[in-house]
């Protein structure tokens, strides 16, 4: 930022970071959303209800940061503003980041990490160095400024192109030298890293991140939503939506929460659809046939979106979408959750999504038993 002095007295501030300098420059490193051009809403992303919370928190103080730091320095308590978000693709790491970002009206840019990491060290070191470098400018000049690391594990991970163990520690401490400097000085920038492999991420910084927030799978709670909320998008482009898709969701939905709350107070303990068998086969003794709740277990908020736009390619020359195109097409497009090793699976294999007999049959390899 430069001042110029006019000869009556008024100083004008040249900003040097405009936006369009902004895309130019760290635009190298990855995606720069500002506020206006971001399409994600925070309530978009549904559940994850605790974790809004403390990322309101979180943005209210990165806007009054300089105050805030101010206060908090010399009892060296500054705060880091670091978040660490983890969990399978497709559930909303990235969008709800962006729905903040447009919230609070803080620029932000998405940095494809693995494009930082060279094989040349040196060059990996120096990448690292300078987006940091550059992300502390804007957020000077600018009041604050996002940084989000996607898959952040790979600097410092056996899947990275560094090859070699003493260079792999090397770019990893030079990464967390650069958040230090940020934290030590005080700047309004936001470090965010997404990694969807938790495990493979590298220990150290893992801990330098202040905050922790797990993303998984939605339950049958929130995929009732999500389903009606694309639903409604769809009406919305005035595609009519045929009745018997809510009323055969509504029905499903309800008679999962009876048979939840009957099978809770008989067994004394609450269960979880992900790894209990039971609740499913009760289901499955009610109903004849299968329905979207069952068939999307293990599906991310996203496989429903695409499932949702699959079924616009018929439902649009038709002018309506019915409810066996509607199952289809989620049917089609299939859950990530075949596809994603889950850590607490690894480490504890009777935790495996078992889900529903009929869902097993539907697709063998999300819900094969247990194999100890
Ligand atoms: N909990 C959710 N509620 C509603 N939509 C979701 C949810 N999770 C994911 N989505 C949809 O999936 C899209 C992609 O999610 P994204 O943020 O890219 O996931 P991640 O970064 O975790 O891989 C979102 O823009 C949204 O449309
Ligand atoms: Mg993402």
């Not at 209210?60 to 880091?80: H, V």
């Not at 107070?265 to 086969?281: A, C, P, Q, R, Y």
């Not at 869902?359 to 063998?364: F, G, R, V, Y």
Request: charge should be neutral; include cysteine; charged fraction near 25%.
């Amino acid at each position: 930022m430069r001042k110029i002095s006019h000869s009556n007295e008024e100083v004008e501030e040249i900003k040097t970071y405009t936006n369009e300098v902004i895309k130019n420059r760290i635009g190298k490193y990855g995606a720069v959303y500002f506020p206006l051009e971001i399409q994600d809403n925070i309530d978009d992303i549904l559940g994850n209800e605790v974790k809004k919370e403390i990322l309101h928190d979180f943005f209210k103080a990165l806007k009054k940061y300089k105050e805030f730091a101010e206060q908090l320095k010399g009892a060296k308590l500054n705060p880091s503003l670091t978040v660490l978000l983890y969990g399978p693709p497709g559930t909303g790491k990235t969008s709800l980041t962006r729905g903040f970002a447009k919230y609070y009206e803080i620029p932000i840019c998405v940095v494809e990490t693995d494009r930082l990491v060279s094989p040349l060290l040196g060059d990996t070191i120096k990448q690292i160095r300078n987006v940091v470098d550059l992300a502390a400018e804007i957020a000077k000049e600018r009041g604050a400024f996002i940084l989000f690391f996607d898959e952040i594990d790979s600097i410092g991970s056996e899947r990275s192109n560094i090859h070699e163990v003493g260079e792999i520690k090397r770019a990893v401490i030079s990464f967390l030298q650069a958040i230090d400097r940020i934290n030590y000085q005080g700047v309004p920038l936001a470090i965010f890293g997404a990694t969807n492999h938790q495990n493979q991420l590298d220990s150290a910084i893992w801990r330098r991140f202040t905050f922790h927030f797990s993303f998984d799978f939605p339950d049958f709670h929130i995929r009732k939503q999500i389903i009606e909320s694309f639903l409604n998008k769809v009406e919305n482009a005035k595609i009519g939506v045929d009745k018997s898709i809510l009323v055969n969701l509504n029905d499903e939905y309800e008679r999962l929460k009876a048979i939840t709350i009957s099978l809770e107070s008989k067994l004394g303990h609450t269960i979880t659809e992900f790894n209990d068998n039971i609740l499913w086969n009760e289901l499955n003794k009610k109903s004849k046939a299968m329905g979207l709740l069952e068939l999307t277990i293990g599906y991310s908020g996203s496989d429903i979106e695409r499932g949702t736009k699959v079924s616009l390619l018929k439902a649009i020359d038709s002018e309506r979408l019915t409810y066996e195109h509607f199952y289809n097409s989620l049917k089609l497009v299939g859950g990530t959750a075949i596809h994603v090793e889950r850590q607490d699976v690894l480490s504890n294999p009777s935790k495996s999504y078992t889900g529903s007999k009929r869902t097993e049959n539907n697709n063998k390899r999300l819900f094969s038993p247990p194999e100890i």
